[in-house]
T-cell receptor, first 115, second 118 residues
Framework: NAGVMQNPRHLVRRRGQEARLRCSPMKGHSHVYWYRQLPEEGLKFMVYLQKENIIDESGMPKERFSAEFPKEGPSILRIQQVVRGDSAAYFC?????????????FGSGTRLTVV | AQTVTQSQPEMSVQEAETVTLSCTYDTSESNYYLFWYKQPPSRQMILVIRQEAYKQQNATENRFSVNFQKAAKSFSLKISDSQLGDTAMYFCAFMKHGRTSGTYKYIFGTGTRLKVLA
């Protein structure tokens, strides 16, 4: 089991460009969670998705951010027209059912740098 | 809303000594879970230890143990016999089940940077 795979590991974008971050959940997992870690801060919840459905997006910024988890393929976190404040590490986690109180396994994250 | 506070931005400890990292939280929930995560420079989030709020017994995992004081809403991490490999950021996290979302979500503190000195 390869664990939660995120790519790219590092991503550099110029202001105004689009960033696409990918997350492949653990084998057999159909639920995905995205968290963002701003510099010198802890992780903050962004969105929870099941296959083809967004269940909870209460942590997503209202504009420029979107997420999807298609029937086939990885979950994608998309940031349009990036700004410097989007520079952060973005982490993904997955689970088989509607979450677990035992703690999630996170991917290694994607560090987005906006220049 | 729940909050998690880690009041020690940085700490250092001599190798083989013991260090305690503090964490306090605020919640009106009665059933929840608490975690400590380690984040080394590789950025990987590594689960160190977990505590269930309804259990009075403090969790232990080898050299890592917690002091869980539910009434005081305190959840400190003790690292015994510190090793150089323990150098990392340590995050305290609160987790509860969301009735609306139907899933478990974390709330993380801002972290404590621990450096173990040779």
């Amino acid at each position: 089991n390869a664990g939660v795979m995120q790519n790219p590991r590092h991503l550099v974008r110029r202001r105004g460009q689009e960033a696409r971050l990918r997350c492949s959940p653990m084998k057999g997992h159909s639920h995905v969670y995205w968290y963002r870690q701003l510099p010198e801060e802890g992780l903050k919840f962004m969105v929870y998705l099941q296959k083809e459905n967004i269940i909870d997006e209460s942590g997503m910024p209202k504009e420029r951010f979107s997420a999807e988890f298609p029937k086939e393929g990885p979950s994608i976190l998309r940031i349009q027209q990036v700004v410097r404040g989007d520079s952060a590490a973005y982490f993904c986690a997955s689970s088989t059912t509607t979450g677990t109180s035992y703690g999630y396994t996170f991917g290694s994250g994607t560090r987005l740098t906006v220049v | 809303a729940q909050t998690v506070t880690q009041s020690q931005p940085e700490m250092s400890v001599q190798e083989a000594e013991t260090v305690t990292l503090s964490c306090t939280y605020d919640t009106s929930e009665s059933n929840y879970y608490l975690f400590w995560y380690k984040q080394p420079p590789s950025r990987q989030m590594i689960l160190v230890i977990r505590q269930e709020a309804y259990k009075q017994q403090n969790a232990t995992e080898n050299r890592f143990s917690v002091n869980f004081q539910k009434a005081a809403k305190s959840f400190s991490l003790k690292i015994s016999d510190s090793q150089l490999g323990d150098t990392a950021m340590y995050f305290c996290a609160f987790m509860k089940h969301g009735r609306t979302s139907g899933t478990y979500k974390y709330i993380f503190g801002t972290g404590t940077r621990l450096k173990v000195l040779a």
